[in-house]
Nanobody
Framework: QVQLVESGGGLVQPGGSLTLSCAAFGSIFSIVGMRWFRHSPGSESELVAVSTSGGRINYTDSVKGRFTIFKDNAKNTVYLQMNNLKPEDTAVYHC??????????????WGKGTQVTVSS
C-alpha cells in the first residue's frame, strides 16, 4: 500500500509564490513518474507538470516559466514550486505517483489534494 501526503497549499496574493510537496510512503520498489494535476470548479482536471524517472519533464503551457517540478528521490517526494501566481492558478492541486511495488506489481496512487487560492 502506497500513500501520498501533500502539503503546501494556501492563500497567496497575485504575484506570490508557493511550493507544494507530495511524499510517497510505503513499500516502494521504484517510482516511474510523478505528476501534478489541478482541478477548479467548472473545469476539467488539468495536468500541470510531470517528472519521470527517465528525466522527462513537461509542463502545461500556462505555467511554463513560472512553475518548476523537482524531486527528492531519496525521500520519494515531488515538489511543485509555483512563482508569479495568477488568480487563474486557483485550484485544488493533486499529485499522482506511478511506480512498482515489486518487479511485477505496479501502483498508481493519488493524493487527496491541497487547495491553492490566488487572490488579493
Amino acid at each position: 500500500q502506497v500513500q501520498l501526503v501533500e502539503s503546501g497549499g494556501g492563500l497567496v496574493q497575485p504575484g506570490g509564490s508557493l511550493t507544494l510537496s507530495c511524499a510517497a510512503f510505503g513499500s516502494i520498489f521504484s517510482i516511474v513518474g510523478m505528476r501534478w494535476f489541478r482541478h477548479s470548479p467548472g473545469s476539467e482536471s488539468e495536468l500541470v507538470a510531470v517528472s519521470t524517472s527517465g528525466g522527462r519533464i513537461n509542463y502545461t503551457d500556462s505555467v511554463k516559466g513560472r512553475f518548476t517540478i523537482f524531486k527528492d528521490n531519496a525521500k520519494n517526494t515531488v515538489y511543485l514550486q509555483m512563482n508569479n501566481l495568477k488568480p487563474e492558478d486557483t485550484a485544488v492541486y493533486h499529485c499522482n505517483v506511478v511506480g512498482n511495488l515489486t518487479d511485477a506489481e505496479v501502483f498508481d496512487v493519488w493524493g487527496k489534494g491541497t487547495q491553492v487560492t490566488v487572490s488579493s
